[in-house]
């Protein structure tokens, strides 16, 4: 599992950092699957484009068997949706 986040946009570079971090950490939780960062990718467009603090989160590998038994099962996908909500949450709590 990763999280990118961009830095592009000095009012939301720290913002979208601590959401991608906060998300990552509530997934490893949730989850079993290997934790790889936090990465910062400034050229995805999405990423730079946003007007809000945000994050791409890549769960897994599709070629990783691991990874890809967590994904297809019903149970795995609701770990991740889980931690996904808990660190959105998490974020938005912290930043009131």
Do not use: F, W
């Not at 601590?18 to 995805?44: C, F």
């Amino acid at each position: 599992m990763e999280c990118l986040y961009a830095t592009n946009k000095k009012a939301l570079a720290a913002k979208n950092k601590k959401l991608a971090k906060t998300i990552l950490h509530s997934l490893t939780k949730t989850t079993r699957l290997k934790k790889r960062g936090v990465i910062k990718r400034n050229g995805l467009y999405i990423l730079r484009k946003a007007k809000i603090p945000s994050t791409i989160v890549e769960v897994g590998y599709l070629s990783n068997k691991k990874d890809l038994k967590t994904i297809i099962k019903e149970s795995g996908q609701n770990a991740i949706a889980q931690g996904i909500s808990d660190g959105i949450i998490q974020a938005l709590e912290g930043n009131r």
